[in-house]
């Protein structure tokens, strides 16, 4: 390719809400690579929030949404993988071997199928809200999944009870005004603690 025509992704001028699809390009000058199509996607802005950059899929399908759809799909599943490491079961530290990681691998899956569902479950009830923080700061939308408010609701039920709760309940009495949102508060917990 002539250095002429070489140019970067993002002089492409993609914006929130645009797509592009770039058939038969050859994405580097270094030697050994051949062409790919290239799906582009800037997902919109949605409830105020939108991502950083566009997604730059390298691709063999021949079409932008068939692109877009499997990409989509391979997310979730990164998605789950980042759940079963770092972002909630800590795979990764457990250094087992053979057997001992089968096992554990089982036992996650089980665990998270449960998360999910129970997190599912709260989210169509409209609980993720008390169960988990925004985000984003700027943002009071709730975008963890359902594996993660389920994972949450656990330990958010745990410390309901006990010397935390009569601590809490203490401090309430310094602030009256607060005392609609704590009850609202109160009531999804135990709605929680019902489905556990």
Not at 65 to 79: G, L, P, W
Not at 87 to 98: F, I, V, W
Not at 144 to 159: D, E, M, P, Q, Y
């Amino acid at each position: 390719m002539d250095q002429q025509f070489t140019q970067q992704l993002q002089q492409f001028g993609l914006a929130p809400g645009q797509k592009l699809f770039l058939n038969d390009v050859r994405v580097t000058q270094a030697k050994g690579f051949g062409h790919f199509n290239v799906a582009a996607k800037w997902k919109r802005r949605y409830h105020g929030f939108a991502p950083d950059e566009a997604w730059f899929i390298l691709t063999n399908f021949c079409d932008l949404n068939s692109a877009i759809v499997s990409y989509q799909k391979r997310f979730c599943i990164e998605e789950m993988f980042r759940d079963f490491k770092q972002g909630g079961y800590c795979l990764e530290g457990s250094q087992a071997m053979e057997e001992r990681l089968v096992a554990i691998v089982i036992l996650i899956a089980i665990a998270y199928t449960s998360a999910a569902l129970q997190g599912q479950s709260l989210k169509q009830k409209g609980l993720q809200r008390y169960i988990t923080r925004p985000e984003s700061p700027t943002s009071p939308n709730k975008r963890h999944s359902a594996f993660r408010v389920g994972l949450s609701a656990h330990l958010w039920a745990i410390t309901g009870d006990g010397v935390l709760a009569r601590l809490v309940d203490e401090l309430m009495k310094l602030s009256p005004n607060k005392l609609p949102e704590y009850q609202r508060g109160m009531r999804a917990m135990e709605l929680v603690c019902a489905g556990l």
